[in-house]
């Protein structure tokens, strides 16, 4: 065991409805694994899995070690420690979760349990969220009178669109108090993500410049080069906006765009942020229609195989309109950044996996240097917050280059997480993990900000329902056509997708 530089969660159980299905094994344990091994989580850690499966708590221990084993989890010694101390700690309620049985075991299990303090995790389909808060709260399982406390943690998707996610988030508040709701975004687990609040805030040389009078426009980009796969069921129903802009980019948007807070405490966080999500303008259709853009991937060759069109996808209709790409040009309209337009853009089977933020300066409003020849125009600064892969942050700027003659050339000065810090190997997951066993909600989503996040996309959302095609795009490009005019209109251009190398081109 590491020795971790925050003080262990305190006593809890950890309760998993879904226990022994595929994310409990793929993502909640290994990331408790982690923990356990660095520290963060002690013996006083106990979890309950319920599930509809019957076996008894063998069952479960069978799937997870199996699944651990296949995976690689097992081979450094360290982890099978952590999970040999782990799994002599978990219990298992087999049972319906629709029904109030299980929900008078785990109040048996919990009066029992060393400490009274709970957090719920429904790694379920989303349409059980609703059900499975109110029956915690009907059997008196939300109930934080004693001092213990009851906490839930939930997901994406919260809601397919603003009416639902209001619907949602009702429900879920008839039955728990916010303080009593996470709602985790993955993106907030990335040490890349958190790092652009203190590359903002503890840096005066970035931060003075940080407005429309230095700032000619952002980029967003999230790109992937997997493809839909074996999730043709849920993509088709779902497309690449609702999958990642109000969610994962907003939150990457609000970051940037934020106010500083007063503090670092939750509410200051989340009411900055909620304020920009807030900001984002509401487009009529024909807005929407001139600042969206969607594309779907075709057939054709990507990372060495052929890769079938999404409309030829297992468990995808073949007169889906679904998109597996979008960009946007938005606008946050406050004084900060009136009149600076931030392009977001997202996709499935591209070039590379590239999610990185990119802030493009004004130019100098006077260039005396000469030209040479074909020498490019002086080239903006820019400031590329390089989120995954190769994490890390490249700072543009120009210099002269040696020789007699003045000529200016563009150099970048880098950071790598890898080349300063042994992160280790983890799942992203640990400090949201951490964060929701102590009761910080700083990473966590609050209700007004999912609203605001699906109020600004509901216009795509209604228009591309009304008709229409994505445009089409081939495998391992930057996306269709379209996505390029939407910028180049603009006088701009995207930053090439490259997973993270521009820094060490330039
Ligand atoms: C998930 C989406 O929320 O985020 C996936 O449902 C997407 O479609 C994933 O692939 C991207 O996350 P990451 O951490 O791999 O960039």
Do not use: C
Not at 317 to 343: H, I, M, Q
Request: no cysteine; net charge negative.
């Amino acid at each position: 065991m590491t020795t971790p530089d925050v003080a262990p969660a305190p006593p809890l159980t950890f309760v998993i409805f879904g226990a022994a299905g595929d994310l409990t094994r793929r993502l909640l344990i290994p990331t408790l694994i982690n923990m356990t091994r660095s520290g963060l989580v002690g013996d006083d850690l106990h979890i309950l899995g319920i599930g509809i499966e019957t076996g008894g708590v063998e069952m479960l221990l069978e799937r997870l070690e199996s699944f651990l084993k296949t995976s690689g989890d097992m081979e450094d010694p360290a982890r099978e420690a952590a999970w040999q101390s782990l799994r002599k700690r978990i219990s298992y309620i087999s049972g319906d979760f629709t029904q109030n049985g299980v929900y008078k075991e785990i109040s048996d299990y919990l009066s029992h349990a060393p400490s009274a303090n709970a957090a719920f995790y429904f790694a379920v389909p989303p349409q059980f969220f609703g059900d499975i808060a109110e029956k915690l709260s009907e059997n008196g399982l939300m109930n934080e009178a004693t001092g213990a406390f009851r906490r839930i943690a939930i997901e994406k998707p919260f809601g397919h669109d603003l009416a639902s996610a209001q619907a949602l988030n009702a429900r879920l508040l008839n039955h728990t108090h916010e303080s009593q709701i996470y709602r985790i975004d993955h993106f907030l687990g990335k040490e890349t993500v958190q790092n652009i609040m203190t590359t903002r805030f503890a840096n005066m040389m970035i931060e003075a410049l940080w407005n429309n009078n230095y700032i000619d426009h952002v980029q967003i980009t999230a790109a992937e080069l997997v493809d839909v796969g074996t999730r043709g069921k849920f993509y088709d129903a779902t497309g690449a906006l609702r999958d990642m802009v109000p969610n994962h980019l907003f939150q990457l948007l609000a970051m940037v765009a934020m106010e500083p807070p007063n503090s670092f405490d939750a509410e200051s966080v989340r009411n900055e942020k909620g304020k920009v999500l807030k900001a984002l303008r509401t487009y009529s259709r024909e807005d929407a229609a001139r600042n969206g853009v969607r594309g779907a991937y075709t057939a054709g060759p990507i990372s060495g195989r052929d890769l079938p069109a999404f409309t030829q996808t297992a468990d995808v209709s073949p007169d889906s309109n679904t998109e597996t790409f979008v960009a946007l040009k938005l606008f946050v309209d406050t004084w900060r950044w009136a009149g600076v337009p931030f392009y977001l853009r997202t996709g499935k089977a591209m070039k590379a996996r590239d999610t990185e933020v990119v802030i493009t300066f004004r130019q100098v409003p006077f260039a005396q240097f000469p030209r040479h020849g074909t020498q490019p125009e002086l080239p903006p600064n820019r400031l590329i917050i390089q989120v995954q892969p190769d994490e890390g942050l490249d700072m543009e700027i120009s210099i002269k280059k040696p020789g007699l003659v003045l000529k200016t050339a563009p150099v970048s000065l880098d950071f790598r997480y890898a080349d300063n810090f042994d992160i280790g190997k983890q799942t992203g997951y640990e400090s949201l993990f951490y964060e929701l066993f102590v009761g910080d909600q700083t990473l966590f989503q609050r209700a007004d900000g999912i609203e605001a996040g699906w109020a600004a996309v509901q216009p795509f959302l209604d228009l591309w329902a009304e008709g229409g095609k994505p445009d089409p795009y081939a495998p391992g490009s930057t996306g269709p056509a379209s996505a390029d005019e939407l910028i180049e209109r603009d006088g701009r251009k995207w930053h090439q997708i490259d997973g993270g190398s521009s820094g060490k081109r330039v």
